[in-house]
């Protein structure tokens, strides 16, 4: 059974950073390409970075130059670090395969970012 388990989400100012956590279970990790997606209100689900197993990396425009996404493969984890954040970054944060898999998202994790 897959599980993920998204955390690190919260309130933050505008400017601030955070890192997100994601842990999976029951699935492949290593050969896996991962990605991390969010969900404003009244927005669809768009991908934010993904990351592939060699760790190439790509980044949604809006957020290319602020987030880091990274992978420890010892530990099925993936990360987002998030720096200089803006209220438009304000969305419930996901992780899933990249390409995601509909039987693989997880609760999310929340993200606020005030002005």
């Known amino acids: 059974q897959v599980q993920v388990v998204e955390s690190g989400g919260g309130l933050v100012q505008a400017g601030g950073s955070l890192r997100l956590s994601c842990a999976t279970s029951?699935?492949?990790?290593?050969?896996?390409?991962m990605g991390w997606y969010r969900q404003a209100p009244g927005k669809q689900r768009e991908l934010v970075a993904a990351?592939?197993?060699?760790?190439?990396?790509t980044y949604a425009d809006s957020v290319k130059g602020r987030f880091t996404i990274s992978r420890d493969n010892a530990k099925n984890t993936v990360y987002l670090q998030m720096n200089n954040m803006k209220p438009d970054d304000t969305a419930v944060y996901y992780c899933?395969?990249?390409?995601?898999?509909?039987?693989?998202w997880g609760q999310g994790t929340q993200v606020t970012v005030s002005s």
């Open positions: 990351i592939s197993v060699g760790g190439y990396t």
């Open positions: 029951g699935v492949t990790f290593i050969i896996n390409a």
């Open positions: 899933n395969r990249h390409p995601a898999r509909a039987t693989m």
